[in-house]
DNA sequence: GCCATTGGATAGTGGTGCTATCTTATCAGC
DNA sequence: GCTGATAAGATAGCACCACTATCCAATGGC
């Protein structure tokens, strides 16, 4: 198909393509003149990727580009590649105190999770952490037990999702589309159990 | 005290502070003299708060005005404020065919919850539904069962932080903060789990 | 033969979150 | 009282991001 279909089918613009090509985020078609390329259903799929990950989880550009190299390189494994998912995500820049880490650590150690001290997650996770208790909220593990088994359940559930017999590439993409967009799911729940409660308490 | 030791106090520049008065965020001074005000404690609390809100939530400045007017006006319930910090967290933006609509309404009466249909945040979560039924993900009340119930049970938790009778900028401050921040946590908990999860399953 | 379309390159645009500068007024120390 | 630092208030500018527009030479398809 011609960049013109792919254009139509996807509802992208025709110069938002472009620029997606010269960014990375899109595989240029195959050349078959000097002034046409064919696509085809991949670079469809990876497109509505693409803008699912843009408009629905609000990743950056350079965030998505990071994550599809990651889909596209048969030498990452699938933990890396939702290690390098996990980092577009949640958006770790910066630094994190020495204070914060070692919250962090307290933390996964006492729920008994495995996480790695040097993942970039235990420096966002101690970020905020840090940022919590600057702001006077109390943050031990008692308290966020729910949270805690909230958050292992879901994850449980996620990662049984993904099989070790199916072919890479498609549980490459299930783990970069169900990052972002199961963390949206899980947050708008939230928002609406929220309501709901609060309705029941609060509410005419 | 005077702007200079407000700065110095918060981390936030003079000009960043004199950006926040002007857009909304931040009360003015006392005006003492034509050309100095006095800022208080309360200014102190607001600006970390705004900077909570900007550098862990990533909340635009046009959204972080919204709730601090809400948190700010007395005639406000707890029950909007609500509302307006979720609409701030959810990013709700556009329209929402009827069809995600309906599949949001569907899955809110299925878990027995209560959310107004006119709520925004069933607009988001209708967009979010049919984004995920469109990439072929099989979106069921049973399949999101341990999504809910988690959702849920975090909603209860929240909720119950918040009695009736503290006073109300205080609870407004704690919904305020407590509802971006703690998706936050949430989210970032998730992460770890799912990080912990995975390499108990595929890890070395 | 002719004109819409394409690939490829470069430049421009609109929104956001600050940051810099300027003016006028006042304060604090000498 | 004089002087240099500081303040309020207003306006202009800047950097980044995600596009969007324009241009060009080279086809492609009627």
Chains 1, 2 share one sequence.
Do not use: C, N
């Not at 089918?9 to 240029?28: C, D």
């Not at 940022?131 to 109390?138: C, H, S, Y």
């Not at 199916?166 to 549980?171: I, K, L, N, S």
């Amino acid at each position: 198909m011609r960049i013109s279909e792919l254009s139509e089918q996807s509802g992208v613009s025709i110069p938002t393509i472009k620029f997606y090509l010269r960014e990375g985020l899109l595989a240029p078609g195959v050349l078959v003149t000097k002034t046409q390329s064919a696509y085809d259903e991949t670079h469809l799929r990876r497109l509505r990727l693409v803008r699912a990950l843009r408009d629905v989880a609000g990743l950056p550009i350079a965030s998505i580009a990071d994550v599809m190299a990651a889909v596209d390189s048969e030498a990452v494994s699938l933990l890396d590649l939702l290690g390098v998912t996990q980092v577009a995500v949640s958006g770790v820049s910066g630094d994190t105190s020495a204070r914060g880490l070692r919250l962090a650590e307290e933390f996964i150690a006492e729920l008994g999770w495995r996480v790695a001290t040097e993942s970039p997650l235990m420096r966002s996770l101690g970020r905020l952490l840090e940022e919590l208790a600057d702001r006077g909220i109390p943050i031990t593990v008692a308290a966020l037990g729910p949270w805690a088994s909230a958050a292992h359940s879901v994850a449980a559930v996620e990662v049984a999702g993904i099989t070790a017999d199916m072919p890479r590439d498609q549980a490459a993409e299930i783990v970069a589309m169900g990052t972002p967009l199961f963390g949206e799911l899980l947050s708008q729940l939230r928002l609406a159990a929220q309501e709901s409660e609060s309705r029941r308490r609060f509410g005419q």
